[in-house]
C-alpha cells in the first residue's frame, strides 16, 4: 500500500519554543489513524503542517524530514472561519447527500448555523470534497450525542475508503488502526463536594423570538451558590438563554438578577484585549489555580485552542454568578478536572450550557431545553439523553 505521509525525527518549534520533538510518524493509503496528547501537545500544528498551511501561511521552525503526497484537507478545530460560501448547500458544492442529516440545514446562510451545526456541514464538505488524506482535528468537540453518533457512523462508513488522521485528547471515541501519543494525560477527577445554597440569586420569565429559535415560556430560578447545568441538542438553543440572560439578546419579559455576573461565551477566540496570558488574568493566584503559569507571558491570541479556553475561564470577571458556554469543549483531561475542581469548591453560583457528561456530576440540577422549553431534567431523563435516544 502507498504511504501517503511520512516524517522522520520531526520537530517543530515557535519561535524558539519546541512544541514536539523526533516525532516519527506514516500514513499509508485508506488507513485510519488517530493521534492522541493533551491540550498544547502540537496536535493542531502537526495538522496544519501535514495539510500545507504550515509554513505556508503560519510560520514555524521545522526539523527533520516530512512528505506527503496527494491532496490532504483538514476539518479545522474551529468550524466558523473554514467556510468560502454564503450558504450551506454551496459550501457543500455537490448533490444533497444523503443519510447524514444535512437536509434541514441544506438551504440555509452558514451564519445563521449552531456551532455544532457548522462543524456537521464543515465534515460533509470535508467528506464531499475529494481529497486524498481528511485531517480532522477534534471533530466531535462541538456535537452534542446525537449528532456524535450519528457522524462516527458516517466516518466510520468512510473506514477502508479514505485515509483518516484523527486528532484528539482522548482516545474514548473510535476504534481506529493504529493510535500515536504526542504527549500523555492524567486522569484524576475530584470528588463532588455538597453545595450550601442560599437565597434567591436569579429570577427569570420571559419569551423569545429569533431566527432559528423560539420560546414562549422560558421559567428559571437559580439560587446563591447553586451549580445548574444545560444540556440540549445542537441549536437547541442553550447559547441564546445564556445571552439572554446575561442581557445580550432581547427578550419579552423579566430576569431580575440580585448579583452582577460574567458570561463566558463558548468560542474563546478574538476575546482577549492584553498581551500576555498574565495580564489578561490579572491575578497570580488565579493564573495557578488554572495551571497557566507556563504559559503566563505568552501572546493569547497563540494559545493552542484547549489553552485558550482555560484562559478564557481564568480570566473571568469574579462575580456571584457565572454564565458558561461549554466550558469544559477542548480541554483535556488535566484542564477539565481544574475546571470540575473550580466549580466544585466555588461559593457562586454556575449555570453552565454543556455537553459534558462528567461536569454534571458537579451540578446540584439539571436542566433540559428542547423544543423551546425548559424542563427540570431527571437522572432518567439524562442517561436518555446522553445514550442519544432523545
Ligand atoms: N502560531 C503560533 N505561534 C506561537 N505559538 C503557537 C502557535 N500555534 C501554536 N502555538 C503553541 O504551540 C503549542 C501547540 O499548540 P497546538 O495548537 O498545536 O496544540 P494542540 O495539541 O492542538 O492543543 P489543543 O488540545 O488545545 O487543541 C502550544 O503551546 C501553543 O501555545
Ligand atoms: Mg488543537
New binding site residues.
Given amino acids: 500500500m502507498i504511504t501517503l505521509i511520512k516524517a522522520r525525527n520531526l520537530s ?1 518549534s ?2 524558539g ?1 519546541t ?2 520533538k523526533s516525532f516519527e510518524f506514516s500514513l499509508r493509503e485508506k488507513q485510519f489513524l488517530v493521534v492522541i ?12 503542517l501535514l495539510a500545507g498551511l ?1 509554513p505556508e501561511f ?3 521552525e521545522i526539523y527533520g524530514t516530512y512528505t506527503i503526497s496527494g491532496k490532504t484537507g483538514m476539518l479545522m ?1 474551529n468550524p466558523s472561519p473554514q467556510f468560502f460560501a454564503l450558504t450551506v448547500k454551496e459550501e457543500i458544492g455537490a448533490a444533497l447527500p444523503q443519510g447524514v442529516g444535512i437536509e434541514e440545514l441544506w438551504e440555509k446562510s452558514v451564519f445563521e448555523l449552531s456551532e455544532g451545526e457548522k462543524q456537521r456541514v464543515n465534515l460533509i464538505a470535508n467528506l464531499c470534497n475529494g481529497m486524498d488524506t481528511l485531517i480532522l ?2 471533530p466531535l468537540e462541538l456535537l452534542d450525542p446525537f449528532q456524535a453518533n450519528r457522524f462516527l457512523k458516517i466516518i466510520k462508513s468512510f473506514k477502508g475508503k479514505k485515509t483518516i488522521l484523527w ?1 484528539d ?1 482522548d482516545q474514548g471515541f473510535v476504534e481506529s488502526e493504529g493510535k500515536i501519543f ?2 500523555k494525560s492524567l486522569q484524576k477527577f475530584p470528588k463532588r463536594r455538597k453545595h450550601s445554597i442560599g437565597k434567591k440569586l436569579l429570577q427569570a420569565e420571559f419569551s423569545i423570538k429569533r431566527e432559528g429559535f423560539e420560546s414562549n415560556n422560558i421559567n428559571l430560578k437559580l439560587y446563591e451558590g447553586e451549580k445548574v447545568a444545560l444540556i440540549g441538542l445542537n441549536g437547541s438553543g442553550k447559547t441564546t438563554l445564556l445571552k439572554a440572560i446575561a442581557g445580550l439578546v432581547p427578550i419579552k419579559g423579566i430576569v431580575e438578577l440580585q448579583s452582577n455576573f460574567s458570561f463566558s461565551p463558548q468560542n474563546p477566540d478574538h476575546i482577549f484585549f492584553e498581551n500576555s496570558v498574565q495580564q489578561e488574568i490579572g491575578s497570580m493566584q488565579r493564573m495557578r489555580f488554572f495551571g497557566l503559569q507556563q ?1 503566563a507571558k ?2 493569547p491570541e ?8 482555560l484562559l478564557s475561564l481564568a480570566s473571568l470577571q469574579q462575580g456571584q454568578l457565572y454564565l458558561l458556554d461549554e466550558p469544559t469543549t ?3 483531561v488535566e484542564n477539565k478536572a481544574t475546571v470540575y475542581n473550580w466549580i466544585n469548591n466555588s461559593r457562586e453560583a454556575f449555570l453552565v450550557a454543556t455537553h459534558d457528561r462528567k461536569l454534571l456530576d458537579y451540578c446540584d440540577r439539571v436542566l433540559l431545553i428542547e423544543g423551546g422549553e425548559l424542563k427540570e431534567c431527571s437522572s432518567t431523563t439524562v442517561k436518555r439523553f446522553f445514550r442519544a435516544g432523545l
Fill in positions: 517543530i515557535f519561535n519554543k512544541v514536539f496528547g493533551p491540550n498544547g501537545s502540537g496536535k493542531t500544528t502537526l495538522g496544519l504550515i503560519i510560520k514555524a478545530q482535528d477534534e486528532l485528547k504526542l504527549g504559559l505568552n501572546f497563540r494559545l493552542s485552542k484547549g489553552q485558550k479556553k477542548w480541554l483535556d
